[in-house]
């Protein structure tokens, strides 16, 4: 997913804190008569970030979009948010669970065997199936431009005002709720 407001592109790389950017962007839309637009192909998890190559899916997913993107991109300062590996890891696997979301097939739900595997054992079978998997998957988002402001998810409420000041657009009248980065990891997606 990716989000646009004025100049900002919001490459939304899950599981950091991207429900909180979304509503803090909504929040400056609708308070300044700004219009919001939202970009979806398949989930960015799946694809591993469209944005970033036209492999897969992504080629299919920038020719469903009439916007094109990258033609933008020098009018655009495309920003994504970061997370520790452990952090990420726990995250991912703690969201499935609440929501009930395993897929058969996609393989980080088969290492936890749709909720079965023990959440340490889970995040050790993760690095040695695919070490620096959650490294890797955040690089695809923080290379998907020639530049990339990188938010860190457990300075988010801090760094986008920030941001938001350095694009000169307006604060939102009031933050969301602070993402809560918990010591189990959890957060916003």
Not at 64 to 73: G, I, N, R
Request: aromatic letters at 10%.
């Amino acid at each position: 997913m990716a989000l646009r407001l004025g100049p900002l592109l919001l490459l939304h790389c899950p599981r950091t804190g991207g429900m909180w950017v979304r509503e803090t962007m909504r929040l400056v839309a609708g308070a300044n008569g700004l219009q919001m637009q939202e970009y979806y192909g398949r989930t960015p998890f799946d694809v591993c970030g469209p944005f970033f190559s036209q492999a897969e899916h992504g080629e299919r997913w920038w020719k469903q979009h009439s916007v094109p993107l990258e033609e933008q991109a020098e009018q655009m300062v495309p920003f994504t948010m970061v997370r520790d590996e452990d952090s990420w890891l726990r995250s991912y696997y703690q969201s499935q669970v609440d929501n009930d979301a395993w897929r058969a097939g996609r393989w980080l739900d088969e290492v936890a065997a749709g909720g079965e595997t023990p959440l340490p054992n889970f995040i050790r079978a993760v690095k040695a199936a695919k070490p620096g998997f959650v490294a890797q998957l955040m690089h695809a988002y923080i290379s998907a431009f020639p530049r990339v402001a990188v938010l860190r998810t457990d300075r988010l409420t801090e760094q986008f005002p920030i941001l938001l000041s350095a694009v000169q657009l307006p604060q939102p009248p009031q933050l969301p709720s602070p993402i809560n980065v918990t010591q189990d990891g959890n957060a916003g997606n």
